[in-house]
């Protein structure tokens, strides 16, 4: 820019003044640089305003003189400018940093192997650069058989993700202990009945995985997807479906566990509905049915990774849902 109005003062001559314009420079600079960039930027304007000003005999004029006392004013103001930015990046580092801390404890790193179940999970923030919001998602080894759960708070923000939290929370403590699915889905109803006021609500699904088969308790969430070793696909669903968890209060009777058979070579996908209700720019929902056939990686993280960028290329764009996937093979 500077060199676009020395070029141009240059060209026109003294009667029509660019020197004010000098300061454009000193101006952006604390946009891309720190303080040293800044100051070096502006003494070259400073330079460049003193040797047109002389080339066009204004230093003894108004004009020159208003012209670099603008150029001063301004690199004062840039310098002062960047060293307010730096501070703020710097507070805003350390916020990223117990963010990140906070994360790792809230979502930690799930098991690749539990038991003979390999496991894999893909989670997506619909808030830029964030790492967790309302979904949630854990594996747990039990003397009862690999327990995982799979869910989504309602609502955004600060308060998802202290739900979460609690959720994640009551399943870690009660998933080792519980003789049986259907109370280690009591402990979260009693949990999540504490924590949340009024009609909000989580909807979780459970699943615990054993020898031969895997048993399911679905508190109103989506449907998992279970794959064959032979290509076919299934939706297991219960009879009927209960209300999610925090809504226990109405009276509803709780879910009731079903299950089905699992066998090696076999693979299930749970998911929240930032998967299914991802739009593209037609608002058409992702076909989550029609996708199927691209989970058949040998690799379980590898075809969610495939499953991802599919999703990714369907929306076009970034999320407007948090979405999260955990998949599960027996070997």
Known sequence: MMAAVTVAD???????????LVSLGPAF?????GWRRTACVAGIALLLCVGLGWYNDLLDDPRGVMS???????????????????????????????AE???????KPVPRLAGRVRVAVCYMSAVAEA???????????????????????????????ETAAVVLGAFREAAPDEADLAAVGARLERAVERQLEGEKYVTAIL??????????????HPAPLLMRADGTVVWPEPSSYALPLGLGAHGTAPPEPYGTDFH???????????????????????????????????DPQAALEVLRQDLLQHVSGPLHDDAAMLMLRLR
């Open 10 to 20: 240059l060209a026109v001559g003294p009667d029509v003044v660019f020197l004010p």
């Open 264 to 298: 090696p070579g076999d693979q299930l996908l749970l998911y929240t509905d930032g998967i299914t209700e991802a739009r593209d720019a037609e608002g058409r929902f992702y076909p989550l049915a029609e996708r199927a056939h691209l989970l058949k990686e040998h």
């Open 68 to 98: 670099i006392a603008s150029v001063l004013g301004v690199s004062v103001a840039g310098l002062l400018a960047v060293s307010m930015r730096q501070e703020r990046e710097a507070e805003l580092d350390s916020v990223r940093s117990i």
């Open 101 to 107: 801390a906070a994360q790792r404890v809230l979502l």
């Open 207 to 220: 699943a615990e995985v054993n020898a031969e088969d895997v048993t399911f308790l679905n508190f109103g």
């Open 131 to 161: 790492r967790i919001g309302g979904d949630l998602y854990e594996v747990v080894t039990s003397p009862h058989g690999v327990r995982v759960i799979i869910g989504d708070v309602q609502g955004k923000g600060l308060e998802a993700v």
């Open 29 to 33: 600079a604390p946009l891309v640089g």
